[in-house]
């Protein structure tokens, strides 16, 4: 039961935040989602299965809900809460605005901060030494060669960090510094070890040493992913001391499975591993130990085996190139089977490359014990360090690779996708790629099951009004004690909003349906001053550029023409100026899309978001789905589609008082069968059908 005293603090906190909070509208759907948090995190429902997932409309204002639902209960039960977003506008929200405010109003003791992972910080070690230092060698440390530019940019910098006018985060850069630059003094797992004397001081392990110190964490998926792929507790605290809130949780199935795959070049893997070599035999001569030079020896022999078979395998692509299709020069294996000639090798090279990333961790080894025993100098050691933690990193990844492509799959669960491409390249190479095309009981095993208590919330989790597609995708059932709750928009859809179908002689599959939609979208703008145009592809949204620009080039805003940021604050400078804005954009338009008021009156959506299946893992799934008896285009495509369109209509209103057209340009609303429940699914707008 939730303790007597937490559920006072919730309701004097409640009634403080309505004072606070200038034009606060109490709503009921935020008071019931606040205490189903708190009540199924503390085991109310089910002890054994404290997790509830939300769906929150628009408005119900589900960050204030998720903070008081958690926050006071962690607190009394001595636990954390870590928030993980999607999305750096959010993280930011949450930061700067909505946790400041809950802390003041509440009176509450708590410590907050947002976690970046590693990469997100510079590695001092490594910028001091690429700065230029007389005893090193700089152009080994370098992985191209630079410009005199690029250093002077990397010493400007390090200025600032000394001279305190920049913390070291790759968010608060002082000047713009290209990928590849930053790629080289970012900070990484294997070489910026807070046991080395030259990194205790360094931005990423300074700014952990205040994370234990925080009640609530912020983060990323990716960073969150990256503490459960090491069991947890590593990055984060230990999953059984954390209330988890997953914010914009539709994102989740799809984070889960990039982070679980992997892929690695056949001749490109070749060429680092004899860097590999060079730099095995640095620690050799830099190591005074003679038990140095056993495992050196050793993974010399075990990265030329490992060589020898992918130089193997790349000769052998080459003399097959028919397995590879024409379009997409892609080989991909029908149900995750590697036929028999790739079977063996596939066993070689995951028993070679694990055996190649022992030897080599053992090496790391050995040169710490030298740097912790002082016999090696520091300008040596970082320069070493860094080319130690490149090749772990590459050599990782390749072991991970192999041992995937290797795997026998559970008959039981899906099988992984596999697939190899051709990178036409100067060397002609092929990339090796394996994923999970089903991601739900790992998350089980790495989340579900170890979690103090977990929210999983988003203004759009349903499909089809129901949550059976989301609950599959992330490892959950509808019936295994999780707590499900699905909570209205408070916004009066039915007067403030009308959903248009208009009368269309085409529909998406016909060749002259891009005309017709250009046509339709003279005519739609009219007389308009804001309006929104998503489209599913880039290739019909340039077609229709091309054929309306003569007529509204001067009020087009293209998405790619400049920065999402830069167009919405130019379609934002029209609207205030009373001039007519139209954007174009595509499916990342439709989603974190915040234009509230005169900003966005008429939004226009050329075709219902379908997923065409072209990326071998949607091809694999698609295949898993119609070998097990189903149908794919029901059982994937038109719940996702169901989301995607919720989430392109919510681009509308965005505040209570918001008002304006919706258009659907895409007859098979009315003409297929699927049409009346993806229109069911959607808020309850006037609808206006031609």
Request: net charge negative; charged share 30%; hydrophobic share 35%.
């Given at each position: 039961m939730l303790p007597d005293t937490v559920k006072t603090q919730i309701r004097t906190i409640y009634k403080a935040v309505a004072t606070a909070m200038p034009n606060f509208c109490p709503r009921r759907e935020q008071n019931y989602m606040v205490a189903e948090i708190a009540k199924t995190l503390v085991g109310e429902y089910d002890k054994n299965r404290p997790i509830i997932v939300v769906e929150a409309g628009t408005g119900i204002g589900k960050s204030l809900s998720y903070i008081l639902g958690t926050i006071p209960l962690a607190l009394a039960t001595k636990k954390k809460v870590c928030i993980a977003t999607a999305t750096v506008a959010l993280q930011e929200q949450l930061m700067n605005k909505d946790l400041p405010f809950f802390k003041e109003v509440s009176q509450l003791d708590f410590r907050y901060g947002l976690a970046k992972g590693r990469q997100r910080y510079v590695c001092l070690a490594k910028l001091e030494l690429l700065c230029g230092d007389a005893n090193v060698d700089q152009m080994a440390l370098w992985q191209t060669k630079p410009d005199n530019s690029q250093v002077e940019l990397l010493q400007s910098l390090l200025k600032d960090y000394h001279d305190k006018r920049w913390n070291g985060e790759l968010d608060t850069l002082p000047h713009p510094l290209p990928d590849h630059l930053w790629q080289q003094i970012a900070c990484d797992k294997h070489s910026c070890q807070r046991g080395h004397p030259s990194h205790r001081q360094c931005p990423f392990h300074l700014a952990r040493e205040d994370m234990d110190e925080w009640d609530v964490i912020i983060v990323n998926h990716n960073l969150?992913?990256?503490?459960?792929?090491?069991?947890?507790?590593?990055?984060?605290?230990?999953?059984?001391?954390?209330?988890?809130?997953?914010?914009?949780a539709h994102h989740l199935p799809g984070v889960a499975r990039d982070f679980s795959s992997a892929q690695a070049t056949l001749r490109g893997s070749v060429d680092w591993l004899e860097k590999a070599l060079k730099t095995s035999k640095k620690l050799q001569d830099l190591i005074k130990s003679t038990q140095v030079i056993a495992p050196v020896q050793q993974f010399q022999d075990d990265a030329g085996e490992l060589a020898r078979l992918l130089t193997l395998l790349a000769g052998s692509l080459d003399a097959n190139p028919t397995m590879f299709t024409n379009i997409d020069n892609r080989w991909r294996f029908e149900h995750g089977k590697l036929p028999q000639q790739l079977t063996t090798i596939a066993h070689d090279l995951a028993k070679a490359s694990a055996t190649t990333l022992k030897q080599f961790t053992r090496l790391q080894s050995l040169l710490n014990e030298a740097i912790k025993d002082g016999d090696v100098a520091k300008a040596q050691a970082d320069s070493l360090q860094t080319d130690v933690g490149f090749t772990l990193q590459r050599l990782e990844n390749i072991s991970k690779l192999w041992k995937m492509m290797a795997k026998e799959d559970n008959p039981k669960g899906a099988p992984m996708a596999r697939w190899i491409e051709v990178i036409s390249n100067r060397q002609n190479d092929f990339l090796v790629c394996a994923s999970p095309i089903e991601v739900g009981y790992m998350l089980d095993s790495m989340l579900w099951e170890k979690a103090a208590g977990v929210v999983l919330c988003s203004a759009t989790l349903r499909a089809l009004n129901k949550f059976d597609h989301f609950a599959h995708q992330v490892g959950l059932s509808l019936t295994d004690g999780s707590r499900y709750l699905a909570l209205d928009s408070p916004f009066d859809f039915k007067n403030n909003a009308t959903l248009f179908l208009p009368k269309m002689r085409t529909e998406p599959t016909e060749d002259s349906y891009t005309e017709e939609l250009a046509k339709l979208i003279l005519g739609l703008v009219e007389d308009e001053t804001a309006t929104l145009v998503l489209f599913t592809s880039y290739w019909q949204m340039e077609k229709v550029t091309e054929l309306v620009k003569s007529k509204l080039g001067q009020y087009l805003l293209i998405q790619g023409s400049d920065s999402r940021q830069a167009l919405l604050d130019k379609h934002k400078q029209q609207?205030?100026?009373?001039?007519?804005?139209?954007?174009?954009?595509?499916g990342s338009f439709s989603e974190g899309l915040d234009l509230p008021g005169d900003y966005l009156t008429n939004l226009i959506i050329t075709k219902l978001p379908f997923s065409v299946p072209t990326s071998p893992v949607e091809q694999a799934h698609a295949e898993y789905i119609k070998l097990r008896g189903g149908n794919p285009f029901m059982q994937l495509t038109i719940p996702d589609a169901s989301r995607k369109l919720i989430q392109s209509c919510g681009r509308l209103l965005?505040?209570?008082?918001?008002?304006?057209?919706?258009?659907?340009?895409?007859r098979r609303l009315v003409t297929?069968?699927?049409?009346?429940?993806?229109?069911?699914?959607?808020?309850?707008?006037?609808?206006?059908?031609?």
């Open positions: 969150l992913f990256a503490d459960l792929e090491l069991g947890g507790g590593i990055i984060l605290p230990d999953p059984s001391e954390l209330y988890y809130v997953i914010d914009e609207c205030d100026a009373g001039k007519v804005s139209i954007l174009f954009g595509t965005r505040k209570e008082q918001d008002y304006g057209r919706i258009t659907i340009l895409d297929k069968r699927y049409g009346q429940s993806l229109l069911d699914s959607l808020p309850p707008y006037r609808r206006v059908i031609e």
